[in-house]
């Protein structure tokens, strides 16, 4: 079994940054797809990003490209997302995922991690 604990979240004003992190624990992320997703209120969990294992291939939702950028230190079995630009409607709980491919990760992932809250005020 795999472990995720995320952390980074809080509350900033629109176009700040923030850096969330997901640390893993039970097994290495090295043979993972990593991914996060995000749960606003009211609204359905959607994909927010996903990194392949290697770490040569990336994906974003159209709604965060060009602002947030996934990574990953397999030395540190933890995974990263960098959120720039911040907009109020980025506010959600952002979940880090883990799978054994980008495909699995992005639809049915094996392994969640319990959220951390990002609120963006305006």
């Known amino acids: 079994q795999m472990q995720l604990v995320e952390s980074g979240g809080g509350l900033v004003q629109a176009g700040a940054s923030l850096r969330l992190s997901c640390a893993a624990s039970?097994?290495?992320?090295?043979?993972?797809?990593m991914g996060w997703f995000r749960q606003a209120p009211g609204k359905e969990r959607e994909f927010v990003s996903v990194i392949s294992w290697h770490g040569g291939s990336t994906h974003y939702a159209d709604s965060v490209k060009g602002r947030f950028t996934i990574s990953r230190d397999d030395a540190k079995n933890t995974v990263y997302l960098r959120m720039n630009s911040l907009k109020p409607e980025d506010t959600a709980v952002y979940y880090c995922?883990?799978?054994?491919?980008?495909?699995?990760?992005?639809?049915?992932?094996?392994?969640w991690g319990q959220g951390t809250q990002v609120t963006v005020s305006s």
């Open positions: 039970g097994r290495s992320i090295s043979t993972y797809a």
């Open positions: 995922a883990a799978g054994l491919s980008v495909a699995v990760v992005s639809t049915a992932p094996d392994y």
